[in-house]
């Protein structure tokens, strides 16, 4: 079993930035990849960034991408999501998920583990 909390969501304007972390715990965290999704109201849940096992190679989805930042440290079991220039369409609740392998991938069946989320609103 590997549990994920995430933290760092909340309330901010257009423009601002936020920082997610999501500190992992239970099982081997350096030898697998991460991604980061979000979901917002009424849609389906869609990969934002991935990170694979030793943070040589990142994924970023069209819609974030030059805006967001993925990173890791293994050495603390935790991933982390810096996010700027933030806009309303970036309003969803974020998830963070332990891959099954050490390559990343952008299917979310490929990721057996998942946190409770946080929530990030942007105001415009």
């Known amino acids: 079993q590997v549990q994920l909390v995430e933290s760092g969501g909340g309330l901010v304007q257009a423009g601002g930035s936020l920082r997610l972390s999501c500190a992992a715990s239970g099982r081997t965290f350096s030898t697998h990849a991460m991604g980061w999704f979000r979901q917002a109201p009424g849609k389906e849940r869609e990969i934002v960034a991935a990170?694979?096992?030793?943070?040589?190679?990142?994924y970023y989805a069209d819609s974030v991408k030059g805006r967001f930042t993925i990173s890791r440290d293994n050495a603390k079991n935790t991933v982390f999501l810096q996010m700027n220039s933030l806009k309303p369409e970036d309003t969803a609740v974020y998830y963070c998920?332990?891959?099954?392998?050490?390559?990343?991938?952008?299917?979310?069946?490929?990721?057996?583990?998942w946190g409770q989320g946080t929530q990030v609103t942007v105001s415009s």
């Open positions: 998920a332990y891959s099954s392998s050490r390559a990343y991938s952008i299917a979310r069946n490929e990721y057996d583990y």
């Open positions: 990170i694979n096992w030793i943070g040589t190679i990142r």
